[in-house]
């Protein structure tokens, strides 16, 4: 009776002490670098429980593990995660330097965290697709930004906000009426999350109609008649 109880004590306490040793001992994260979340407030994320005894599970997912998201508590210190996609405030994201922590709830009111710096605007360019503006003929502001991860992506009115010297902004274009005497417009652009990235660029004004152009191969132009 007593050897069985000792056996019995024995296994528990090898279990016991099994369970403390895989304990997770911290977590790592992702967010998928091929996202566009340069552009999109969203982006898919994983999160890796690594034990102590070195093994570790990988959320499902971008990571392609088999911990399910609705297996763990998970929070953030910027918007939300819901199925492995964080959906997060651009404007916050500026004043929290870019950086998303993520913290994952264990055992025992013991939490692990870990950070992610999401890619962010470094600097922005015009580029014109016409080196002069015609009057009466809506001239596209294209604007580019450049990214923290290399990227080089078009910007829209969705992030930035437009002024001109000249002229009417509508949406992402300027439209310089018949009868403006404007003979340049000055655009300006500012960074709507960021207004400190700003940039500005003059465009002239086609003064001279644009030549006649050459009849189709094969066909004259037609001559007027003689007075």
Do not use: C
Not at 27 to 34: F, G, R
Not at 84 to 91: C, H, K, Q, S, V
């Amino acid at each position: 009776m007593k050897k069985h109880l000792l056996l019995s004590i024995s296994l528990l306490l090898t279990l016991l002490a099994h369970a403390q040793q895989t304990k997770v001992a911290r977590i790592n994260v992702w967010y998928d670098t091929t996202a566009v979340s340069e552009l999109y407030d969203r982006v898919p994320v994983g999160v890796e429980l690594v034990y102590s005894d070195s093994s570790s599970r990988q959320t499902t997912g971008m990571l392609r593990g088999n911990l399910r998201w609705n297996k763990i508590q998970v929070s953030t210190s910027n918007g939300n995660i819901r199925d492995g996609i964080l959906y997060f405030n651009r404007m916050q994201l500026v004043k929290d330097h870019y950086r998303v922590t993520i913290t994952v709830n264990g055992e025992g009111n013991t939490s692990l965290s870990n950070t992610l710096t999401l890619p962010y605007l470094v600097g922005m360019r015009f580029n014109h697709y016409a080196d002069s503006i015609k009057r009466n003929i809506r001239y596209y502001m294209n604007v580019e930004g450049k990214f923290s991860s290399g990227r080089v992506l078009p910007l829209d009115t969705v992030q930035l906000r437009f002024r001109t010297s000249a002229g009417t902004v509508i949406g992402q274009d300027v439209l310089v009426e018949q009868n403006d005497t404007a003979k340049a417009v000055m655009m300006e652009a500012w960074y709507k999350a960021n207004p400190n990235l700003y940039i500005r660029s003059e465009v002239p004004v086609k003064i001279m109609p644009d030549p006649e152009l050459p009849p189709p191969p094969g066909q004259t132009r037609p001559r007027g008649r003689r007075q």
